[in-house]
């Protein structure tokens, strides 16, 4: 059983900056893909950002340059820093990780969300 623990989001005004934190559980479970996703109203879940656990990572365009992701390893956490923060980032941002007992048994797993507004 997998699970991924979101902290971090709220609202903030554009041009500002949020930290978002995710911490994943797992008994045998390696974790190899971390990273973020987010899904705005009326818009599919797309990706922010991901890493892979030797941090190679990969950024939406719309976000590279503003937003750095980072994980740590030994503790199963992904975080994701927000800076220069815009309207349009607002959506729900899901922490993600593709995991399991072994590379030949794999799955997705997500976290339940948490709310960034980006507003004035």
């Known amino acids: 059983q997998v699970q991924l623990v979101e902290s971090g989001g709220g609202l903030v005004q554009p041009g500002g900056s949020l930290r978002l934190s995710c911490a994943a559980s797992?008994?045998?479970?390696?974790?190899?893909?971390m990273g973020w996703y987010r899904q705005a109203p009326g818009k599919q879940r797309e990706l922010v950002a991901t890493?892979?656990?030797?941090?190679?990572?990969n950024y939406a365009e719309s976000v590279k340059g503003r937003f750095t992701i980072s994980r740590d390893n030994a503790k199963n956490t992904v975080s994701l820093l927000m800076n220069s923060l815009k309207p349009e980032d607002t959506a729900v941002y899901y922490c993600?990780?593709?995991?399991?007992?072994?590379?030949?048994?794999?799955?997705?797993?997500w976290g339940q969300g948490t709310q960034v507004t980006v507003s004035s």
């Open positions: 993600y990780t593709r995991a399991g007992p072994s590379i030949f048994q794999i799955r997705d797993y």
């Open positions: 797992g008994s045998g479970i390696n974790f190899y893909s």
């Open positions: 890493a892979t656990p030797n941090s190679v990572t």
